[in-house]
Structure formats: C-alpha cells, structure tokens
C-alpha cells in the first residue's frame, strides 16, 4: 500500500520534524534536502497523536457517507454507504500491534536516516514468502470478483473472509483507523479507496491492494483490474503502467541506489503524456507495516540507501492520464486526481537477492492473466524476478499460460 512520508529538516543535525505520512508506500510532494523518517498510512502527522482517541477500533466504522455533499470532487466517484468494520476474533491468528485501538507501536524507533535499512534473516524470509504467497492469493480471488454491478464492499468482505480462514489478519483493518480490509480504488482513487455499495460500472478500471500479516509479517500487492471492457485511453494507461512497473522491478540488484528507481519510471511514463504521483511511494515492509527504504517514483536525488541482499520492499508507481497532484477526500484515506481523470498502480513487495531480485508477491500457474502481460513490449507473461531461480520458474509457468 502507498505511504506519505514524515520528513525531518536538519542543518548539520536533525532540527525539527516536518511533514506527514501514509499507508502502503506514497511519498509527500513538496522536494527537501533532510530525509525520510517512518511511514504510516495516510494520516497527517498532526493527527497521529490522536489515533488512539479517534480510531472507531473494532466494530465502530461508519454505516452511513460521511463526507459532506458540498465537498468539490473531481471526477465521477462519490462515496457510498459502508458496512460496519470487521472484528477478527480468533485466538489463533496473531494480530499486529495496532489491532485493537489503531495505533502501530513496532516501528516507531526506526531508524531516522533513511539509508538505513534492515537485512531479513533467513527465517523471515521464509516467513515473508508465506505471507506473499497469500496476498497473492487473496489478490487474485478478489480480482476474479471484479464485474459490472458488484460492489467494493462484497470484494472486501470476500477477501477479509478469505484472509481470516487462511490464520492471516488483513493488514489494513484499523491501520491508523482504517475502516476495511483492503483498499478499493475506482478510477480518479490513487489509492486508500474505501470499499462501500457503490457497484462497479462498464468499463471501470480498479487497482484493489492486498496485504496480509501472517505469522508476525506482512506481504503486500496490489493489481488492476477491468469491470467489462476499457476503452482505448485506459489500455493505454493501464500498459504504460504495467511496463515502468515492470522496469523499475527489473532494475534491482545488490549495489544499485533506490533513488534510481523514480528516473526509470519517470523515463517510460513522461513521453506518453503521463504523470507519477510525488505524494505517495513505495516503502519497505517486514515485521512492520511500513519503514525504510522509501521508494520514490519520480527523479529524485534522496539518500535513501543501496540495495542489498535481504532487503524487502514495494515499488508501487500511481500513474495518470493528467495532473499528478492529490485532491483528499474528508473520510482522511480516499486520494484522488485533482482533474478528475485517472489513474492506475501495479505493486509487488520484492526481495532483493545475491543475484537480482525475487517477487514474494509473484503470480503463479492459477493467476488471471491480463492484457497488458500479453502485449507487453517490456516483459511478456508473469514477472517473478531477475535471479537465475526466478527466472526458471517465470519460464516454466509462462509455458504453462501460453506466454
């Protein structure tokens, strides 16, 4: 999931914290010269205080649209009416520390200089590939649902149902008070849509973002999705995309800056009349939601470390067909384009390995496969990494898929 960014301002020493933060890996717009402090969802650091206090906790989200109806939206999408928040109540599934009353606790001593960056033993990576492993799965029930008339919250009911049978908790449940088990955004949504009764229209493009906390770790991806047929100006959107995704995933390998990934994005998107988002980014995730490195995806010059074997983390480009910058709704989660016109995101939580880079989040043989991997001119069928390993297992189930 996207992430804004806390930002610390320093002469010589650190002085003073600044800006704000989010969810799955989004960063803040604004360009500075101090560095990155800890993500969260997206909630405004001046609110964070007050988490504890104002999270609905379990049982307490919603019934009803919240948001006022003098509120300039930008596009078509209006909030709907939404179910009442999910209790997960089995003894047997770990929750993570903000469960109950919405605030994360683990975390909050990361590490302030953002090149930073903790090195997964071997143990926790094989956790991270099981708790991968699901959100994929779960990614891919949920993308199977996606047809005109059936709403966001029937998704998101199928995949908190899905998540607990599997003795997993669906990381976004009450997440700094997030109200819903995944995120659900509809065409003009960047990201941090809520799921609600609005059913889903012709031609509907929806990025649905997973993330599940199995064993004490959380895996994270995220897709998009076509409610009937796109019509020409989404596929364009969709396979450019998919595509600087793709070659910014290609990219990592031991030794190289995450600062370089924004500039491949950046490169592939901007010649086809397209924009990345600068106020979310990717991050790195772990035991912990959201922490270091911050994956920013646009040219960028921030110290935010070298990629090293055992590091994991998402690179999750929004792009869109117009004006990059964000309009935030009042619920304080739902993003949208300014201009009303949209946008789409790909995410997958990577590993980097010795020899390149492993998705934990990977497809496999039972995985929809869409468009935009058939027409690829970058890279045709399922990407699963670049280590010699990796590479084999693409080969074999693209075999299998007919790519």
């Known amino acids: 999931m996207p992430t804004r960014i806390a930002i610390l301002g320093i002469v010589l020493v ?65 909030p709907f009416k939404q179910s ?26 990361s590490p302030l200089l953002p090149w930073i960056i903790e090195v997964k033993k071997s143990d926790e990576i094989e956790k991270m590939r099981a708790s991968g492993r699901l ?39 009450n997440y700094h008070g997030f109200p819903k088990s995944c995120c659900t955004s509809v065409n003009e949504v960047i990201c941090h849509g809520i799921p609600d009764a609005r059913p889903l229209e012709e031609g509907d493009i929806i990025n649905i973002d997973i993330t599940t906390y199995l064993d004490g770790f959380h895996g994270d991806c995220s897709e998009m999705f076509v409610a009937g047929e796109p019509d020409p100006e989404a596929r364009k ?38 924009s990345t988002v600068r106020s979310f980014c990717g991050h790195g995730l772990g035991s912990v939601f959201h922490t270091t490195p911050n994956i920013l995806h646009y040219r960028n010059n921030e110290p935010n470390g070298q990629m090293a074997a055992g590091h994991t ?50 497809k496999n043989e039972n995985s929809m496969v869409q468009f935009w991997e058939e027409e690829s001119q970058v890279l045709k069928g399922f990407f699963i990494g670049t280590s010699p390993a990796a590479l084999e297992r693409a080969a074999q189930i693209n075999a299998k898929i007919g790519l």
């Open 84 to 109: 009442p928040q999910r209790i997960v109540v089995d003894d047997k599934i770990k929750l993570p520390d903000y469960a109950i009353d919405g605030v994360p606790k683990k975390g909050k001593t």
């Open 237 to 274: 959107l969709l396979q450019a995309t998919y595509d600087c995704w793709i070659k910014a995933c290609q990219y990592v390998r031991p030794g190289r800056d995450y600062k370089d990934l924004g500039g491949i994005i950046e490169d592939h998107i901007v010649p086809l009349g397209l």
């Open 313 to 362: 983390f998402t690179i999750e480009p929004m792009i869109c067909e117009g004006a990059s910058k964000v309009l935030n709704w009042p619920d304080d989660w739902t993003a949208t384009t300014v201009d009303g016109k949209r946008s789409a995101q790909f995410e997958h939580s990577l590993l980097v390995t010795e020899e390149g880079v492993e998705a934990l989040t990977a």
């Open 14 to 78: 650190v002085v003073s914290t600044q800006v704000v933060t989010a969810f799955t890996g989004p960063v803040t717009a604004r360009r500075y010269r101090g560095f990155t402090s800890p993500l969260m969802m997206n909630k405004k650091k001046k609110k964070v205080a007050s988490s504890k206090s104002k999270s609905k906790g379990f049982g307490g989200a919603a019934l009803g649209v919240q948001t006022p109806s003098s509120f300039p939206y930008a596009g078509t999408i209006r």
């Open 135 to 173: 959100a994929r799965e779960i990614l891919d029930m949920a993308g199977r649902m996606v047809k005109v008339g059936v709403t966001t919250d029937e998704i998101d009911t199928a995949v908190h149902e899905a998540i607990v049978a599997a003795g997993a908790y669906p990381s976004p449940l």
